[in-house]
């Protein structure tokens, strides 16, 4: 089974996982320059194209029997939230035709699913931070970093979270589909078996 993943924004992460194995990784980047982005509010929907059509083509190259995308979160930037929505819109527009191989993931599900959560030794680093005893916040972004770079001996940068973020969704969307395909052979054997005569 094939799974790529999505993480949207201007600079899209992405995933291909191959029968549980990382085949690749990377990012995808807006090709409308950023000075248009500023112009008016119709280069929010020249954004979300030049996105859109990259995704496309990454998922017409790759052929996913599955496409995992990351569900929005509420940004501390209306403009920000503005243009993720426009790159959804238009993602799920050009990916149409696989409609039926697109699900949405919640970040808090794969987090939670994958155990990407704030460790002990976080959480004291933090506490240091906050006394101005160290330095660094730790954030879940340092953390899905940390568990793509441990998982698949990658040497991702806090700067690829995108990248770690996209892998983690690919990785969960897999494990839940292999989870529910094997629940659902379960079921279709005790089904067979104790069925009446």
Same mark, same amino acid.
């Given at each position: ?5 999505? +993480? ?11 029968? !549980?194995?990382?085949?690749?990784? !990377? ?72 409609? +039926? ?11 939670? !699913? ?84």
């Amino acid at each position: 089974m094939k799974v790529v993943s999505l +993480d949207l924004s201007n600079s899209t992460g992405y995933a291909i996982l191959v029968d !549980g194995s990382l085949a690749g990784h !990377g990012v995808v980047k807006s090709t409308s320059p950023a000075e248009v982005f500023r112009c008016h509010d119709y280069s929010y929907i020249e954004r979300a194209k030049s996105v859109s059509a990259l995704c496309k083509e990454l998922i017409l190259k790759e052929k996913p029997d599955m496409i995992a995308i990351e569900q929005t979160n509420k940004s501390k930037s209306r403009f920000t939230q503005k243009q993720l929505e426009f790159i959804h819109y238009a993602v799920l527009e050009d990916l149409r035709e696989f409609k +039926d191989s697109v699900v949405y993931i919640d970040t808090g599900a794969w987090r939670r !699913g994958l155990g990407i959560v704030s460790t002990k030794e976080d959480a004291k680093h933090n506490a240091l931070v906050k006394k101005k005893l160290a330095r660094g916040k730790l954030t879940p972004k340092h953390r899905a970093v940390r568990w793509a770079n441990e998982t698949y001996n990658l040497s991702l940068k806090l700067k690829d979270d995108d990248i770690a973020d996209a892998i983690a969704i690919a990785v969960f969307a897999y494990k839940r589909h292999s989870k529910v395909e094997t629940v659902n052979a379960i079921e279709s054997i005790d089904i067979f078996f104790n069925k009446e005569e």
